[in-house]
């Protein structure tokens, strides 16, 4: 299934200003980010998508749905896996399939009090990631019927499958940005006009309800921008550390800003400045992209937690502590 | 004074184009899970007025609030606010619910008073919530309430009367005529306790909004609102608060038996107003 080529189109547009700054840049191969088309269409893929997951980390962060982006996670792979399988439409089409069905069903399931949050969670990202590797161990097993192990499998599906497990910046296909930049740019706008009826109905669903806030409309179209955008998410960073850009940026914010809009913007502030140096120094030490962005976040986290920890027992001892 | 003048002239306005009648409640039955926990209710409030509803846990109070705000279907009977069917379009902005959960509003949700009472601005599904329309009736309502000083503070630091206070101001941004109050007094202490009541009767006073106030407080209801219901399936007194009757005639009517006959007898000539008192403090 193809797209308009916006992401092409954004990438011509961005490229100029991106190859004048290449030359302040530091290190040796991190400038190429600024200067190689294929690296350019890397470097603007995980910009908008850590904007994108970190505006929406804020909203599941209030409706403590902090895990719900990894159990999505394991449901696109699922539906990556099977992608890879069947063909036809680009694994990500798949994955996108799989996750807003997840979604919506996780979603039904909260809100009519069937199953609690964690378990719907758990019983969908688990049940259709199986389904995922259920495939494609049969498509394996009918090629090499004599080894049949996923270890042993023709190279090709493996190095795929596992760029998808823990992201490959260098594996962006045009296709790829098209759809990147497709949900990017349509849940950051969404999210932005919806962002005080999700606010409302997260505080007080009820009362939201007599304000004539569609409460159940809100619910459902925030679990498909939520699928949407983990599934555009997992070839940048990795099915398995999606909860790193997710959360940890939003989680940080929180706890410097003082309130929901300083949140959001000290969100945005710690996102982009850990992915520029997840991709620094993943470039500079040669390690994966997706592994080091989630350890910056991580780093960050714990930076400012620690930080804010000294400030308060040096500007305001305890009274009781002697 | 000025934020005052303007909510007067508002509910003027509005209330010379509508019916005077807020609710109108006609032989209302409702059912939840197979059981009838209310029977024949019949109800009606005007403009103005400052309605409490007291009664036993069980007794329905939050049933009756929930089939109001059109929550849950009635098995029988109906009914109108406004003339209006509840939950319809035209109600949106006239009516407000202070929810029983106001004062324990979830601490994971950093945001600031004047973010939660800006929320009481909306009206359906207004994507664009203008702030430079909404700020001014936003800070009316945050100076009513006297929240001022924590305007720009993280409800998460509130007491629990500020909070009762700060999701009462949301109800009044939304220039609602009528407010329905689940339980405000719940885990707010003795002095906020007391200002909460004050503010809400001058609330009907100087701007005319009505308010239906649920509460298991029988002597903090019975001293502040103009009209009392003792609701227990069905209304069992309906009346100005100065009838309502004294505490042993609440118990006969809830068949409560005396466990030290005794004791009973000794105290029964001296029970009337020291009963209030007995209860306010539990």
């Given at each position: 299934?193809?797209?308009?080529?916006?992401?092409?189109?954004?990438?011509?547009?961005?490229?100029?200003?991106?190859?004048?700054?290449?030359?302040?840049?530091?290190?040796?191969?991190?400038?190429?980010?600024?200067?190689?088309?294929?690296?350019?269409?890397?470097?603007?893929?995980?910009?908008?998508?850590?904007?994108?997951?970190?505006?929406?980390?804020?909203?599941?962060?209030?409706?403590?749905?902090?895990?719900?982006?990894?159990?999505?996670?394991?449901?696109?792979?699922?539906?990556?896996?099977?992608?890879?399988?069947?063909?036809?439409?680009?694994?990500?089409?798949?994955?996108?399939?799989?996750?807003?069905?997840?979604?919506?069903?996780?979603?039904?399931?909260?809100?009519?009090?069937?199953?609690?949050?964690?378990?719907?969670?758990?019983?969908?990202?688990?049940?259709?990631?199986?389904?995922?590797?259920?495939?494609?161990?049969?498509?394996?097993?009918?090629?090499?019927?004599?080894?049949?192990?996923?270890?042993?499998?023709?190279?090709?599906?493996?190095?795929?499958?596992?760029?998808?497990?823990?992201?490959?910046?260098?594996?962006?296909?045009?296709?790829?940005?098209?759809?990147?930049?497709?949900?990017?740019?349509?849940?950051?706008?969404?999210?932005?006009?919806?962002?005080?009826?999700?606010?409302?109905?997260?505080?007080?669903?009820?009362?939201?309800?007599?304000?004539?806030?569609?409460?159940?409309?809100?619910?459902?179209?925030?679990?498909?921008?939520?699928?949407?955008?983990?599934?555009?998410?997992?070839?940048?960073?990795?099915?398995?550390?999606?909860?790193?850009?997710?959360?940890?940026?939003?989680?940080?914010?929180?706890?410097?800003?003082?309130?929901?809009?300083?949140?959001?913007?000290?969100?945005?502030?710690?996102?982009?400045?850990?992915?520029?140096?997840?991709?620094?120094?993943?470039?500079?030490?040669?390690?994966?992209?997706?592994?080091?962005?989630?350890?910056?976040?991580?780093?960050?986290?714990?930076?400012?937690?620690?930080?804010?920890?000294?400030?308060?027992?040096?500007?305001?001892?305890?009274?009781?502590?002697? | 004074?000025?934020?005052?003048?303007?909510?007067?002239?508002?509910?003027?306005?509005?209330?010379?184009?509508?019916?005077?009648?807020?609710?109108?409640?006609?032989?209302?039955?409702?059912?939840?899970?197979?059981?009838?926990?209310?029977?024949?209710?019949?109800?009606?409030?005007?403009?103005?007025?400052?309605?409490?509803?007291?009664?036993?846990?069980?007794?329905?109070?939050?049933?009756?609030?929930?089939?109001?705000?059109?929550?849950?279907?009635?098995?029988?009977?109906?009914?109108?606010?406004?003339?209006?069917?509840?939950?319809?379009?035209?109600?949106?902005?006239?009516?407000?619910?202070?929810?029983?959960?106001?004062?324990?509003?979830?601490?994971?949700?950093?945001?600031?008073?004047?973010?939660?009472?800006?929320?009481?601005?909306?009206?359906?599904?207004?994507?664009?919530?203008?702030?430079?329309?909404?700020?001014?009736?936003?800070?009316?309502?945050?100076?009513?309430?006297?929240?001022?000083?924590?305007?720009?503070?993280?409800?998460?630091?509130?007491?629990?009367?500020?909070?009762?206070?700060?999701?009462?101001?949301?109800?009044?941004?939304?220039?609602?005529?009528?407010?329905?109050?689940?339980?405000?007094?719940?885990?707010?202490?003795?002095?906020?306790?007391?200002?909460?009541?004050?503010?809400?009767?001058?609330?009907?006073?100087?701007?005319?909004?009505?308010?239906l106030m649920v509460s298991h407080d029988i002597a903090a209801v019975r001293r502040s609102t103009h009209r009392m219901i003792y609701l227990d399936?069905?209304?069992?007194?309906?009346?100005?608060?100065?009838?309502?009757?004294?505490?042993?005639?609440?118990?006969?009517?809830?068949?409560?038996?005396?466990?030290?006959?005794?004791?009973?007898?000794?105290?029964?000539?001296?029970?009337?107003?020291?009963?209030?008192?007995?209860?306010?403090?539990?």
């Amino acid at each position: 299934m193809n797209l308009p080529p916006i992401g092409e189109m954004m990438l011509e547009f961005i490229a100029p200003f991106l190859e004048s700054i290449a030359p302040y840049m530091p290190g040796e191969i991190f400038p190429y980010f600024f200067s190689l088309t294929l690296l350019q269409r890397a470097l603007i893929a995980a910009i908008l998508v850590t904007m994108v997951s970190g505006f929406l980390g804020c909203f599941l962060l209030t409706r403590n749905l902090a895990l719900i982006g990894d159990g999505l996670a394991h449901v696109s792979f699922g539906g990556i896996a099977v992608g890879l399988v069947l063909g036809g439409i680009g694994p990500l089409w798949y994955a996108l399939i799989f996750c807003i069905i997840a979604a919506v069903f996780i979603h039904e399931l909260q809100s009519r009090e069937i199953l609690t949050g964690d378990a719907s969670i758990a019983i969908f990202s688990t049940g259709m990631l199986a389904l995922g590797l259920v495939v494609l161990r049969l498509e394996i097993s009918f090629e090499l019927p004599l080894i049949g192990l996923i270890e042993m499998s023709p190279v090709g599906i493996t190095n795929t499958v596992e760029g998808y497990l823990y992201g490959n910046l260098y594996l962006l296909s045009p296709d790829d940005l098209d759809l990147i930049v497709f949900i990017s740019v349509t849940s950051f706008v969404l999210l932005y006009l919806m962002r005080h009826g999700l606010l409302a109905t997260t505080i007080d669903p009820l009362a939201a309800k007599i304000q004539g806030v569609p409460v159940r409309g809100i619910g459902l179209l925030f679990s498909i921008l939520t699928a949407a955008v983990v599934v555009s998410m997992v070839k940048i960073i990795g099915a398995l550390l999606v909860t790193a850009l997710l959360v940890t940026p939003a989680a940080t914010g929180q706890l410097v800003g003082r309130s929901f809009r300083e949140s959001v913007i000290y969100t945005q502030l710690f996102g982009l400045s850990s992915v520029l140096l997840g991709i620094y120094l993943s470039a500079e030490l040669d390690t994966g992209g997706g592994s080091m962005i989630a350890l910056v976040t991580a780093c960050m986290f714990a930076v400012i937690v620690i930080g804010q920890a000294i400030t308060k027992l040096l500007i305001k001892p305890d009274e009781n502590l002697n | 004074m000025q934020g005052w003048d303007r909510l007067q002239s508002i509910i003027k306005d509005s209330n010379s184009l509508e019916c005077q009648c807020p609710l109108i409640v006609n032989n209302l039955s409702v059912k939840r899970s197979g059981e009838l926990i209310l029977k024949d209710i019949n109800l009606s409030i005007t403009q103005g007025e400052f309605v409490g509803i007291v009664g036993p846990n069980g007794s329905g109070k939050t049933t009756l609030v929930l089939t109001i705000l059109g929550l849950l279907k009635p098995a029988a009977g109906d009914v109108k606010i406004y003339d209006q069917e509840p939950c319809s379009k035209q109600l949106h902005g006239r009516i407000a619910w202070v929810s029983q959960a106001a004062a324990n509003l979830p601490n994971n949700v950093r945001i600031t008073v004047r973010e939660l009472v800006r929320l009481g601005t909306m009206k359906g599904f207004n994507l664009l919530l203008r702030n430079s329309k909404n700020a001014e009736q936003v800070n009316e309502a945050i100076n009513l309430v006297g929240l001022q000083e924590y305007a720009d503070t993280r409800i998460s630091k509130l007491s629990g009367g500020q909070r009762q206070r700060a999701v009462i101001a949301r109800a009044i941004a939304s220039k609602a005529e009528f407010i329905v109050l689940d339980e405000p007094l719940v885990g707010i202490d003795r002095k906020s306790r007391n200002s909460l009541l004050k503010f809400l009767d001058e609330l009907t006073h100087q701007t005319g909004t009505t308010i239906l106030m649920v509460s298991h407080d029988i002597a903090a209801v019975r001293r502040s609102t103009h009209r009392m219901i003792y609701l227990d399936e069905t209304i069992q007194f309906d009346g100005n608060t100065e009838r309502f009757p004294d505490l042993d005639i609440i118990a006969e009517l809830r068949e409560i038996q005396p466990v030290h006959d005794s004791i009973w007898e000794a105290q029964k000539t001296t029970v009337s107003s020291d009963c209030q008192v007995c209860v306010e403090d539990e």
